[in-house]
């Protein structure tokens, strides 16, 4: 079955120390983001890559970086996870919409993130 | 401005009855789609129905129907016959022609399906 996979489901890090979460795809789909949702509330979106141009949401810390070397494969790196960055990490694809805004996004399970 | 509202943080409703949860929204485009997802206690987003602003007749999936008011910019959710496995953190969302790739989430709704 096409899906999102992401990497690992649980990890924990130590403040201060880098992390780096993974996503991949089989659905071929041009596009991919990140989220963070932090508990019962809406998923905040980090970034996005149209293909191979990164989008930025304003208020994304400098701390959280992404690469997405190929169309199947995105990474979430967070250089220096702070207490605050304990959150459930969410990536998603999603087809460019053509003609209309009418494509779904297809999320992976997520990977949450605990920071001691 | 907030541009997907859900003013129900909390539903509770009894098993095999139907329930709506609540989502409004602005924008100016005349191109948008409209969607809603469940997201379980496990944490995975799963996508349930969507609406796009030109289509006529409401979208139904199964339980979900989805009560589309364009003029009042409202898109509830309606699940029949409710079942404990629906019992979830419901988002309403939104994607606009003009904003590309970019989704926009509701709050949410967390409902609670009683036995």
């Known amino acids: 079955d096409a899906m999102v996979i992401q990497n690992p489901r649980y990890q924990v890090t130590q403040f201060g120390k880098p992390v780096t979460l993974s996503c991949s795809q089989t659905?071929?789909?041009?596009?991919m983001y990140w989220y963070q949702q932090k508990s019962s509330q809406a998923p905040k979106l980090l970034f996005h890559?149209?293909?191979?141009?990164?989008?930025n949401e304003a208020d994304t810390p400098d701390n959280f970086q992404s690469r997405r070397p190929n169309t199947s494969f995105c990474f979430l790196d967070i250089r220096s996870p702070g207490l605050g960055d304990a959150a459930m990490y969410l990536c998603?694809?999603?087809?460019?919409?053509?003609?209309?805004?009418?494509?779904?996004?297809?999320f992976g399970p997520g990977t949450r993130l605990t920071v001691l | 401005a907030q541009k997907i509202t859900q003013t129900q943080p909390g539903m509770f409703v009894q098993e095999k009855e139907a329930v709506t949860l609540d989502c409004t929204y602005d924008?100016?485009?005349?191109?948008?789609?409209l969607f809603w997802y469940k997201q379980p206690s496990s944490g995975e987003m799963i996508f349930l129905i969507y609406?796009?602003?030109?289509?006529?007749q409401n979208a139904t999936e199964g339980r979900y129907s989805l009560n589309f008011q364009k003029a009042r910019k409202s898109a509830n959710l309606v699940i029949s016959a409710s079942q404990l496995g629906d019992s979830a953190m419901y988002f309403c969302?939104?994607?606009?022609?003009?904003?590309?790739?970019?989704?926009?989430f509701g709050p949410g709704t967390r409902l609670s399906v009683l036995p």
């Open positions: 890559y149209y293909d191979k141009d990164f989008n």
């Open positions: 998603a694809t999603s087809r460019v919409p053509g003609q209309g805004p009418y494509n779904e996004q297809f």
């Open positions: 609406q796009g602003s030109y289509d006529q």
């Open positions: 924008t100016s485009d005349p191109s948008y789609g």
């Open positions: 969302a939104m994607r606009e022609q003009d904003y590309g790739q970019n989704f926009v």
């Open positions: 659905l071929n789909h041009n596009v």
